[in-house]
């Protein structure tokens, strides 16, 4: 983070500094982590209010506060209206002193792989700045935006949301000159109340962009008819893994034994042979919006080529890994919709030997969710796997649809899992979990692996 003072902050947010003028060069919302000398900024949300843990801050650390209403402390302090919308303010501040080349993505499913493989590309020619983790919100965005430095070369923001402006939001502090919605796809639809509604809250994302810069869109999954109007202004540049009309598409893919994608990226100029690190047909399509970001902003082949084969898998999204030589785990439990269980289904049906479709719940679908897991289980069921197991109370029409199995908690599942794999040892397994990150799948993966340490 870039040294900042505190009269410049309350200037920036038109609060009052009560206290002494101080440097900051770090900024904490967290107790649990704050470096010596850090702001730290007391949030305020419908069942926290982090005033109560200031005096707590400033043992662990803290020089000074960022609080809606001034406290009985000996420290200097920024007094503003809403200590979340500062925060966005500040971080907004010092990335653009920054004057770094940005994108911002957001999509239904992906976002975090395309965010990885622009990073991992964009490494091989100069400094990036990328999200970590989750810290994808109206609050994870400022704290990521936070770490900027003068000395990067690029960003790399993910955007996320789960209610109808938010999006909108966190891209006018991120001022991205090239933005992407990967995808549309019934998602978090308690928060967005349809489709339309997900068509809207990704589209706000190129309300962000200036005139002339730089809208990628996924000519198979989009907005439509929602999105004409703000992309008027903008260079729009369409993708897609099939279609030769967009203006990026592949050709030729094919899966190696271990499920990795190799094709062919057509580019406006030309054709480039590509091969992923990372498993799943699925994610042609997600390094072909990673090419099109990274081209824009100067990348070679080779980089390109280079980035998309060295990319290391994220934990819980795609990670392979071999528990023996007979069994190998796709640890997928990080998150869940519709179109992406769709993927991990068809990514375990490129599988031989015995497979095993291992699926939590999908999370705010609101009333759609019984009908939309019914679409899962209708995709899985023709490819007749031989072990459909599921957690979760609408995934059960999942495991019905594929005579399967449900259960009501984790520890039968993990039983019925060690068991059948300890009597069936000879054969080849390959286990696909997949699940809301509220169903805990995280908890079977971790099971399994402490298993066959």
């Not at 998150?335 to 095993?356: E, H, I, Q």
């Amino acid at each position: 983070m870039l040294d900042t003072t505190l009269s410049h902050l309350a200037q920036l947010t038109e609060g009052q500094l009560i206290g002494e003028d101080a440097l900051f060069s770090s900024v904490s919302t967290d107790t649990r982590h704050i470096e010596k000398g850090a702001l730290f900024v007391a949030l305020v949300g419908e069942r926290f209010d982090a005033h109560h843990f200031c005096q707590q801050a400033l043992q662990a650390g803290a020089s000074a506060l960022l609080v809606e209403r001034a406290l009985d402390l000996p420290v200097a302090q920024v007094v503003v209206q809403d200590t979340k919308l500062a925060l966005g303010q500040l971080a907004a501040d010092v990335h653009q002193r920054c004057q770094t080349a940005t994108v911002a993505i957001t999509g239904s499913c992906g976002k975090t792989t395309v965010k990885e493989m622009t990073a991992s590309i964009l490494q091989q020619k100069g400094k990036v700045l990328f999200t970590t983790g989750n810290f994808n919100n109206d609050i994870g965005v400022p704290l990521t935006l936070l770490r900027s430095q003068e000395d990067d070369d690029y960003a790399v923001i993910e955007l996320g949301a789960n209610h109808i402006g938010e999006i909108a939001y966190t891209t006018r502090l991120v001022k991205p000159q090239i933005a992407l919605v990967n995808n549309v796809a019934a998602a978090h639809l308690e928060g967005f109340g349809s489709i339309d509604g997900v068509k809207q809250a990704k589209g706000e994302i190129y309300q962000g962009l200036a005139a002339g810069d730089v809208a990628v869109v996924n000519l198979e999954s989009n907005g439509g008819e929602a999105w004409q109007s703000v992309l008027a202004d903008k260079k729009v540049v369409t993708f897609s893994a099939h279609d030769p009309n967009a203006d990026f598409y592949a050709s030729d893919v094919y899966l190696n034994e271990e499920g990795q994608a190799k094709f062919v990226l057509h580019t406006p100029k030309q054709a480039l042979p590509i091969s992923l690190g990372i498993i799943g047909q699925h994610n042609v399509s997600n390094a072909i919006a990673a090419s099109i970001i990274a081209l824009h902003f100067g990348a070679s082949e080779q980089e390109i080529q280079a980035g998309l084969r060295n990319l290391m898998p994220v934990k819980g999204r795609v990670d392979v890994q071999r528990l023996t030589d007979k069994i190998k785990l796709i640890d997928d439990s990080y998150n869940a919709s519709v179109p992406a269980m769709k993927v991990a289904v068809d990514l375990l049906a490129s599988f031989s030997g015995t497979r095993w479709l291992i699926l939590g719940y999908m999370a705010e679908l609101g009333d759609e969710s019984l009908a939309l897991h019914r679409q899962v289980g209708e995709h899985a069921a023709p490819f007749g796997f031989e072990h459909v197991l599921t957690f979760g109370e609408d995934t059960r029409i999942i495991s019905d649809l594929c005579q399967g199995l449900h259960f009501a908690d984790h520890s039968a599942m993990i039983d019925y899992i060690k068991q059948h794999l300890a009597s069936d040892a000879e054969s080849n397994h390959t286990l696909l979990v997949k699940g809301a990150n509220s169903a805990g799948m995280s908890k079977v993966v971790a099971a399994l692996k402490e298993n066959f340490k």
